[in-house]
């Protein structure tokens, strides 16, 4: 699998509950149209109360079965018309992009998988 990872900051006049209602509302529609496009995914970020504003207010992961999909996605319309949607919401000076493969790592012998909690239980 190939990913497309995106550090996402939302434009400073835009409030954390319009950048959300944003994209799910406009540019993820974008996003699943794109061709070869296997799986999407959209971490939001949650401000610690008690530490810093973070950097960003999510990471998107597109995922791709290979680099030859990713760059026919690159190369159609639909890429286009999410490029072109990207200003309309996110501080183009902090937005990052990555392609990334991934690679799963073993975990030791005798290891189960652990399911995530809720920060603090």
Do not use: C
């Not at 959300?20 to 974008?30: A, C, D, G, K, S």
């Not at 309309?88 to 690679?103: A, G, H, I, P």
């Amino acid at each position: 699998m190939v990913k497309v990872i995106v550090f996402l900051s939302r434009r400073t006049e835009m409030s954390r509950e319009d950048f959300e209602r944003y994209m799910r509302e406009t540019h993820v529609p974008l996003l699943v149209r794109m061709p070869g496009l296997r799986r999407l995914v959209v971490n939001w970020v949650r401000p610690d109360p008690s530490g810093p504003a973070p950097a960003y207010d999510a990471v998107g992961e597109d995922w791709f079965d290979d680099a030859e999909a990713l760059g026919a996605a690159f190369a159609s319309p639909e890429v286009k018309a999410v490029v072109d949607d990207v200003p309309n919401f996110l501080d183009m000076d902090k937005f990052e992009l990555l392609v990334t493969e991934e690679e799963d790592m073993p975990l030791p012998a005798g290891t189960a998988p652990r399911r995530a909690t809720p920060h603090g239980q």
